[in-house]
């Protein structure tokens, strides 16, 4: 009796473990969703290329500022929600910086996209406008391929202190704990554990 009460027990624990198993690892079906668009509110413009918006069109959670680095405002309108605001061009304003700096801001079409598979950070909308869902899935870093010109050497774990050198690599591309170092021998980088999408 007490091996069958311990079995069950352990049974528990293992129905238990793959239920928050598929919990954390946000287990999304294959069915299309039907969404309309997203946005996801990212980092836009620069001093030499300045963006057309106003702090009242700006998405919350951006701060936005000048093309000599002033800050301006943050953004006072949620895209859940937006504000009836001016379409003006606020002429001191350059450049945004977001939670969110690589990608599309507005998603369109949105494919097979649905809320589980749709990136955290980024809101959709159905194809009558109305808001539906906040993403639920961690976004890959996308990473270029080019190669960073600064980049004169760099050495990895698996190398021990061996210099790698005339090697084509980037901040992003950069491997687990490889480190990139510049023509004067000082560190550029470090590189990080991500799940990566070349784009």
Known sequence: MAVHKEVSFLGNLLVLGIFLHHVDGKACTRECGNLGYGICPRSEGSAEEPICTNCC???????????????????ESDPKNPKGCPRNCDPRIAYSKCPRSQG???????????????????YY????????CEGESTEPKACTLECDPRVAYMTCPSTGLAKIKDVCVNCCTAGEGCKLYGHNGSLLCTGESQSISTA
């Open 57 to 75: 069109a700006g998405y919350k959670g951006c701060k936005y500022y000048s093309a000599d680095g002033t800050f301006i405002c943050e953004g």
């Open 104 to 122: 599309e801001t507005l998603i369109y079409p949105t494919g097979c996209t649905t809320c589980c598979t749709g990136y955290k950070g980024c």
């Open 125 to 132: 909308f159905g194809k009558d406008g109305k808001f539906v």
